[in-house]
């Protein structure tokens, strides 16, 4: 089955410095790759996601890029803002099934003003 | 739209107990499916619906069933619930795949 593995586990950037998660995943069928935040006690939110038949996407300061010969993906957030601390995950499944989910053990992102 | 909401939002069981987690959607999704997440670790998924009447098993199956007898509601049930089992519930739907677009607020469940 799908194993993903995230890292790092934590990230501290200075407020208006770039952050950048990796995401590795084990499966070459994988071809749908979703990006979530979630805030302190709260739900988790898709921010962005990718499928496999583009390299890059991009949404205002977030972007994601995707490797499939290295079967790696990364998010990247720029100018970041104290609000931008959180908790990211990754994920990636096959869109013809939907059962084989599987998530990052996330990234504790921490924005100092 | 309410969006998904779960019920209740805290419960504690004791071992052996049963009971059934609430998901209720009004966006009229197709897919809906149920996560646990655990300290440290990232979602992962137990049960997922693609429709009325379809199920199917996740990542986590053992010790939960699921039913889809309607577009609106899954409810998760925990048959006899065990320690192992405390953990943070989030419920999940989206108009077509995956699942997990929406996501409820999230079930607290201790286990003692």
């Known amino acids: 089955g799908e194993n993903v593995e995230q890292h790092p586990s934590t990230l501290s950037v200075q407020e208006g410095d770039s952050a950048v998660i990796k995401c590795t995943y084990s499966?070459?069928?994988?071809?749908?790759f979703p990006w979530y935040k979630q805030e302190l006690g709260k739900r988790p939110q898709l921010i962005i996601d990718?499928?496999?038949?583009?390299g890059e996407k991009k949404d205002q300061r977030i972007a994601v890029t995707l490797n499939k010969t290295a079967k790696h993906f990364s998010l990247h957030i720029t100018e970041t803002q104290p609000e931008d601390s959180a908790v990211y995950f990754c994920?990636?499944?096959?869109?013809?099934?939907?059962?084989?989910?599987?998530f990052g053990a996330g990234t504790q992102v921490v924005v100092t003003p | 739209n309410a969006g998904v909401t779960q019920t209740p939002k805290f419960q504690v069981l004791k071992t052996g107990q049963s009971m059934t987690l609430q998901c209720a959607q009004d966006?009229?999704?197709?897919?809906m499916s149920w996560y646990r997440q655990d300290p440290g670790m990232g979602l992962r998924l137990i049960h997922y619906?693609?429709?009325?009447?379809?199920?199917d098993q996740g990542e986590v199956p053992n010790g939960y069933n699921v039913s889809r007898s309607t577009t609106e509601d899954f409810p998760l049930r925990l048959l006899s619930a065990a320690p192992s089992q405390t953990s943070v519930y989030f419920c999940?739907?989206?108009?077509?795949?995956?699942?997990?677009?929406?996501f409820g607020q999230g079930t607290r469940l201790t286990v003692v």
């Open positions: 999940a739907s989206s108009y077509s795949g995956p699942p997990g677009a929406f």
């Open positions: 499966d070459s069928a994988s071809n749908y």
């Open positions: 990718i499928r496999s038949n583009v």
């Open positions: 994920a990636a499944s096959n869109a013809d099934s939907w059962g084989k989910l599987q």
């Open positions: 966006m009229n999704h197709e897919y």
């Open positions: 619906s693609v429709g009325a009447g379809i199920t």
